[in-house]
């Protein structure tokens, strides 16, 4: 009878020794964020407060619910759903349109996954507003599409100024969104994972529905919000690409404030908002510890 | 093999889709025809014309000016911020990295209209200066993500190991720490310029009548037709940011080699 | 070795939140000797040497290097220097930068700087690596650039934070020899800290047996091993048989209803005492020859020895022999008396970690 340990009784904890710089410590540090903690204060938490504060008062500074209420005004009303309706679909495209192509390029065997990235992000430098209007160039009565069409007899598209027009827009703005996240989580799955899978029996079909498909959600459920926020509160591509009768949740807020009514405009954004946190809660429910790099 | 060739295909489908727009606005620069529904012919007109135009000077110079300024201020801030986070305990860094996910996942419209609340009820004039600090503030954030894997990367003994050796914590900070995470920091300063040269949204309710970025100056062209020179200047900026990433990469690739030449 | 007390730890406490992680500890370390700091993980050894290194401050105490009170002074200011456990290299300089960097802050010449990284790589046995950087070489070979690193500053003292643990075995023996080398080479202390007692016993002057913050017992190799102070000691170097007895007398020691004479004086008569027989003393005899009788229950052979197990009044007792009893076989236990080593039993939870002077 070997005693492996005369008073386990007492046991110690080892100290995280390990854990942060040593600076750290000493706390010597810490001074170093409050100017980050300052200017997040003043730049994100009051000024969210202000729409919270303008969106439920009047023009007198009362309180009043008026400007919620005016969700339901058939106008606002139907754009809100009209707006809910289109940012779905375009992410549900993105997402049939990005998780083959994150999993085909993750299986790429390149020296740095960084040019990936690139090939991905690239576009950004070319001005957004200028992107989408080229697409007014491809999708026109006589743009380049339906010149095509007509080379070959076909009959012609007529999708510019449309919603189709504005999910094909979304998609094209917000693909890289829902590319990186998903293509992030993918190449960082041990390889050994999925070899213990196939050593264990699974075929192909099995490792991706029972491992690689729920290893990579985080990445999914990441690219979802990442794209479904700004696809739901967009002005710019429906005004670019809807004409001027299709009008978007953002549009009505946009003009509202255009227009000086800021209290209207903060109401709506309130009701806004409170989508986009549904979004992010559900985000981070399935997304727990994420300080990494998960989205670029 | 069909199924590799298949794949390949895809990946080719999307990036035509990510790039035709792309490749309609370089040919739109050289169009004589001033409107952009037909081709007239070819030309250099629009990029001579560029350079006399003051407006579109003007927007540009306030753009590049912003972005550097604030990629630059949001790179400090930020990087002094991740490593005091670092170094926080879990629940406080969880706050701060919950309030620096916000401006990342809010919508655009909603940072812009309370940034835009913000400056009017202290009486600030809407100017350059607002739309910086607006700029400012979304960039912080890509900083800190961009910097925190490296300093979690970090082995936390080589700054004791350069304290150890006789170096001030100051002195170990700049010649050990800073360069272990300078590519973090490199990576978050351009994608904080990429950021903010590629704003509209926040631009559009921050700025004020007084200035334009090239961003608000396109939408305020949307409706009466993009001034072909844009097509030019843009064309110029996307050929000059290529370049500079073919250069980097390959910059990269030499480093790559083990054995330092003294 | 001198007998100058060069560093002397008086009454050192620290705490991480609500853990105690060294309880008022005192330790004096010579000059020139190879002092081990041996426990497992959690008994505080890599916190005292943080502390003598200035990576910690400690609660109370104080930290005597040279006769001054260095227990504030920040790291970058005292005259010793660390070997970090996963070598702490600066990856993004060449192996010449990482070796000259403490020279460099003390403003040394170029010439002088030249000389001491060649001299030091000579030391470390890798000539020529200069402009190497550190992630194109072995596990090995990185932890020698650390400690080059760290002698090029002519310390009097090298702290050594379980150096060797990232290494595999037959590397980790080959650098045992070789620590022992430039310790004698360089003649200046060494504090090495690990949980690996054949490394302790191999390279040690002294051996600071350490457990839940508490120094167990302080001596040379031999001592330890041979003449554990406690149970714990007993335990954790080397395998040990470690049974609950009673001192009759002088020189009498009844273990498992056994009388057993012993060469020990001065326990009292009939205290209750811990006895630790180490499995190599222990001789398998025909069981008429015995002192106890018992069966052989296991049998595992490893090369050097056999290792069996015996059940005999009551309990298992540990064997190693080189002669072979087969499993059912029936044995008799002897002892040879100053092969039994008599314990103290600690009489409270706190006496367990009793503190001791050399």
Redesign the interface.
């Known amino acids: ?7 386990s ?2 046991a ?22 409050y ?3 300052l ?2 204060a ?7 407060f ?2 919270i504060f ?1 969106g439920l008062s009047n023009d007198e500074g009362r309180f009043t619910l008026e400007n919620i209420s005016l969700i339901l005004n058939p106008v606002h009303k139907k754009a809100l759903f009209l707006a809910l309706e289109l940012s779905l679909t375009s992410t549900l495209i993105c997402l049939i ?1 990005a998780y ?2 994150a999993l ?2 993750s ?1 790429f065997k390149m ?2 996954n960084s ?1 990936i990235v ?18 007014q ?2 999708l ?1 009565r ?1 743009g ?1 599409i339906n010149t095509f069409l007509q080379f070959f007899h076909l009959p012609t598209l007529n999708i510019i100024n449309t919603p189709s027009a504005i999910v094909l827009g979304m998609v ?1 703005n917000f ?2 969104f829902m590319v990186l996240p998903i293509y992030n989580v993918l190449i960082k799955i041990d390889k050994d994972i999925i070899n213990a899978a196939r050593d264990l029996g699974a075929n192909s079909r099995q490792t991706f529905g029972k491992i690689i498909l729920p290893l990579s959600l985080p990445g999914v459920i990441s690219g979802i ?2 794209v479904f ?2 696809s ?5 591509i429906s ?2 690409l809807g004409g001027s009768k299709i009008v978007l949740i ?1 549009n009505v ?2 003009q509202q ?1 255009r227009l000086g009514n ?1 209290n209207t ?2 109401g709506l ?1 309130l009701v ?2 409170i989508f ?1 946190l549904l979004s ?1 809660a559900i ?1 981070s429910k399935y997304d727990k ?5 998960n ?2 | 093999m069909v199924k590799r060739y298949l794949e390949r295909f895809y990946v080719g489908l999307i990036i035509l889709f990510l790039y035709a727009p792309i490749l309609i606005l370089i040919t739109l620069s050289f169009n004589q025809s001033k409107s952009r529904a037909k081709w007239g012919g070819f030309t250099l007109h629009w990029y001579r014309e560029l350079f006399q135009n003051e407006a579109i000077m003007n927007a540009l110079y306030t753009t590049l000016i912003i972005a550097l300024l604030s990629a630059l201020i949001a790179t400090i801030i930020g990087t002094t911020a991740a490593i005091a986070m670092n170094s926080m305990k879990r629940t406080p860094r969880m706050i701060m990295m919950g309030i620096t996910n916000i401006p990342m996942l809010n919508a655009d419209i909603v940072t812009g209209i309370s940034l835009m609340l913000i400056f009017v009820a202290l009486r600030y004039t809407l100017g350059f200066s607002s739309v910086l600090m607006a700029h400012i503030t979304f960039n912080i954030p890509y900083v800190i993500l961009s910097v925190m894997p490296k300093l979690k990367q970090l082995n936390p003994h080589t700054f004791e190991a350069a304290l150890d050796l006789g170096a001030s914590p100051v002195y170990a900070f700049f010649k050990v720490i800073l360069p272990d995470i300078f590519p973090g920091v490199l990576s978050g300063f351009f994608l904080a310029f990429t950021m903010s040269l590629d704003d509209f949204v926040i631009t559009h309710f921050t700025k004020g009548p007084e200035i334009n970025t090239l961003s608000t100056k396109i939408y305020t062209e949307v409706r009466k037709g993009i001034k072909p020179e844009i097509y030019a200047l843009s064309t110029l900026m996307f050929i000059t940011v290529l370049i500079l990433l073919i250069l980097i990469n390959r910059r990269n690739a030499e480093k790559k080699a083990p054995v330092r030449k003294a | 070795m001198n007998d100058n007390k060069l560093i002397n730890l008086v009454n050192i406490s620290k705490s991480f939140g609500d853990t105690m992680v060294l309880d008022e500890l005192n330790l004096y370390i010579r000059e020139n000797e190879f002092l081990t700091l041996l426990g497992p993980s959690g008994c505080g050894k890599t916190t005292t040497l943080r502390i003598i290194g200035g990576f910690e401050i400690p609660d109370k105490g104080q930290v005597i290097f040279e006769g001054m009170n260095i227990t504030k002074l920040p790291p970058n200011e005292r005259h010793l220097n660390t070997v970090f456990q996963k070598y702490a290299l600066f990856n993004h300089m060449t192996i010449a930068e990482n070796i000259a960097f403490g020279l460099k802050i003390k403003k040394k010449s170029k010439a002088y700087i030249k000389d001491k990284i060649t001299y030091a790589l000579k030391l470390v046995n890798l000539d020529g690596y200069e402009n190497r950087m550190p992630d194109s070489l072995s596990g090995g070979q990185q932890q020698r650039i650390a400690i080059a690193r760290a002698i090029v500053n002519e310390p009097k003292v090298l702290l050594l934070d379980e150096p060797l643990g990232a290494l595999d075995l037959k590397l980790r023996q080959d650098m045992q020899y070789e620590l022992i080398r430039l310790k004698n080479e360089l003649g200046i202390t060494f504090i090495y800290v690990t949980h690996d007692q054949e490394e302790a016993l191999t390279m040690s002057d002294t051996i600071v047996v350490m457990n839940q913050g508490y120094i167990q017992q302080i001596g040379t190799p031999e001592d330890i091993y041979n003449e554990p102070k406690n149970a714990f000691v007993a335990d954790f170097i080397g395998d040990s048989n470690i049974i609950s007895s009673t001192m009759v007398e002088d020189k009498l020691v009844n273990i498992l209803g056994v009388n057993f004479p012993c060469v020990d004086v001065g326990f009292g008569k009939n205290k209750p005492v811990d006895v630790v027989i180490r499995p190599e003393d222990i001789d398998l005899v025909r069981p008429e020859e015995g002192i106890l009788a018992g069966r052989v229950t296991s049998l595992l052979f490893k090369g050097v020895h056999y290792e069996m197990e015996v059940m005999a009044g009551g309990r298992e007792w540990l064997v190693h022999s080189t002669d072979l009893c087969a499993v059912g076989s029936e044995v008799g236990i002897k002892v040879n008396p100053y092969d039994i080593q008599i314990m103290h039993k600690p009489e409270s939870e706190d006496e367990q970690a009793v503190e001791l002077e050399v």
């Open positions: 009878m070997r005693i492996k340990n005369i008073s009784t007492r110690v904890k080892v100290p995280a020794s390990d854990t942060g710089l040593q600076i750290s410590k000493t706390n010597k540090v810490k001074w170093l964020s100017p980050y903690i200017w997040m003043g730049f994100i938490i009051i000024p969210l202000m729409i303008y349109l083959p192509l085909i390029l299986k020296k740095s040019f690139l090939i991905i992000i690239l576009p950004m430098w070319m001005n957004f507003l200028l992107r989408t209007i080229a697409w160039n491809i026109e006589t380049i094209y693909l890289p919000t990442m926020v700004p739901l509160t967009t002005f710019v005004t670019i953002g807020i946009e404030f800021w405009g903060s954004s806004l908002m986009i992010m985000l510890e994420s300080e990494g790099n989205i670029w």
